[in-house]
């Protein structure tokens, strides 16, 4: 029911601006706005903006912060302020609870951004976790909106707001004065083209989203988004992957840092997983004549050897999809993906579809 | 070409332009605007027998996949192939060029439980 729904700051601006609101894991967010081919060509040419303020976002305060984040997630972090990184947060299984991106604000004050739908979830496993150190785990997702502003002009057109944007590194953080409020910049984004996320208050964030239609910015929503970031081979947490898969099954074996000296939970699994070599791994395919969706099977010589994760129509190479399959199949190898009771002939594809970073 | 007021439309979308003893049928203004970008289009084949209010053929945007139901019963006599190599036309005229497939009506009183251009706007 519609009142129960929560909606983020930008709401009013996102129904102003013409957006088609729809129910996102309980969030009234813009799904489209003029199009979704319209909103994916603005953001590979030129500038489109997204309303990510469901995102949440967790502090880690306190002397532990850094070592606490290095048990957490897989990855490598740095405690040097500015530097952040994306990462996988692991279950004792090795399962992916959700992926993350965190940044050092200071050695001892780390911000956490995690998935809208996943919150509650990973705060509470968080919490759990924190109990043998010296942090406070703070989730601050209500005080925080968020627009992710991406594509090739983006910072062409921020510089007016600062004029050292460009200046920072991928996936770090700063915090910045814009409009006379403070605010955190990083140089992220879900897209697969170069940009920043904003977070600040309320009031900021709605101001800064009139600046950014005013400025060239398209609006773009969660449609345009799924394709942008499927294209560039950017993993959907709980679709993609889950508690049921791990990084090496997610063909997201990068952001596992064995050698960081620390035995981040879920370390031993994987250990384990990478000398037994995995079964199944996360997978491409193209496919042509039809559209495959999301939970189609996938067929090898008459047999289901799969199921797609992952499927939409992309602008720029038509009909693509991934989906878990034997880690053992050849890159070009020809597959079915059953498509109304029809198997239509697939091709087994290299991701990412799309890389310019 | 097939001007709405003279449609009748189907509680699911679809209009039927009615001519003789065949009729041309598409989607309406109000579906292909809530489909929105329509990029593929699956038509039936020439000879297919469709029913009215089943799938006959698919219409489908970026993220998502449409049924279209037979607004009638009938034989396939024509598909349009201009929708298959180019489906934004049913964006861009869904009563003209974006038209979908012509049937040999089978059940010509079908057409009387489907709804006039003016029941089906207030329907709307």
């Known amino acids: 029911m519609e ?37 994916h060509s603005a953001v590979r040419k030129n500038a489109g903006l997204f309303d990510v303020s469901h995102m949440g976002e967790v502090w880690f305060e306190g002397k532990d912060a850094h070592k606490f984040l290095q048990t957490l997630a897989a990855n490598n972090f740095k405690n040097i302020p500015g530097a952040g990184a994306y990462s996988h947060m692991l279950n004792e299984n090795g399962g992916v609870i959700d992926d993350l991106i965190a940044f050092c604000v200071t050695p001892e004050k780390f911000l956490v951004v995690i998935n809208s739908a996943t919150r509650e979830k990973d705060v509470a496993w968080f919490k759990k976790q924190a109990v043998d150190f010296d942090v406070k785990v703070i989730d601050a997702s209500d005080d925080f909106s968020m627009l992710a502003l991406q594509g090739p002009n983006a910072l062409n057109i921020l510089e007016k707001l600062d004029p050292e944007i460009k200046k920072l590194p991928r996936f770090n953080i700063k915090s910045a004065q814009i409009f006379g409020e403070d605010i955190y910049i990083t140089r992220t ?38 394709v942008l970031r499927f294209e560039a081979g950017y993993l959907l947490s709980g679709s993609d992957m889950d508690e049921s898969r791990t990084p090496y099954e997610a063909s997201f074996g990068w952001v596992v840092k064995m050698n960081k000296g620390v035995d981040f939970i879920g370390k031993a699994a994987l250990l384990k997983q990478k000398e037994e070599g995995v079964k199944q791994k996360w997978q491409g395919f193209t496919l042509s004549g039809a559209i495959a969706r999301e939970g189609a099977l996938i067929f090898k010589d008459g047999k289901e050897i799969g199921r797609l994760t992952s499927a939409t129509y992309s602008p720029l190479f038509k009909a693509i999809c991934a989906g878990y399959a034997p880690a053992d199949l050849a890159e ?22 799309y890389k310019i970073l | 070409m097939y001007n709405q007021e003279n ?24 579906a292909q605007h809530e489909i929105s970008d329509i990029v593929f289009v699956e038509l039936p084949k ?7 209010g089943k799938r006959a053929a698919v219409i489908e945007s970026v ?12 034989e396939v006599i024509e598909v349009n192939n201009a929708v298959a190599s180019d489906p934004s036309l049913v964006n861009k005229a869904p009563h003209g060029e974006g038209w979908i497939y012509k049937i040999k ?9 489907l709804l006039s251009f003016a029941d089906y706007k207030a329907a709307l």
């Open chain 1, 189 to 226: 984004g879900y897209t697969g083209e170069d940009g920043v996320e904003i977070l600040g208050g309320a009031q900021f964030i709605n101001k800064l989203f009139s600046w950014c239609l005013a400025n060239g910015f398209k609006p773009c929503g969660l449609g345009a988004r799924d």
């Open chain 2, 63 to 74: 993220k998502s996949a449409s049924d279209f139901y037979s607004p009638l019963s009938g």
């Open chain 2, 46 to 52: 020439i000879g297919d027998k469709v029913e009215a």
């Open chain 1, 3 to 39: 009142h129960t729904l929560k909606k983020t700051s930008l709401y009013d601006a996102c129904v102003k601006a013409g957006g088609k609101m729809v129910d996102f894991h309980g969030w009234l967010m813009p799904v489209q706005f003029e199009g979704i081919i319209a909103e």
């Open chain 1, 332 to 353: 070009g190898s020809e597959v079915e993906i059953e498509i109304r009771g029809r198997k239509v002939p697939a091709k087994s594809a290299k991701m990412p579809f």
């Open chain 2, 105 to 113: 009506l089978s059940n010509p009183s079908e057409a009387d439980s």
């Open chain 2, 7 to 30: 449609c009748k439309f189907s509680k699911t979308h679809e209009w039927a332009f009615i001519e003789g003893g065949s009729a041309a049928v598409g989607i309406s203004d109000h």
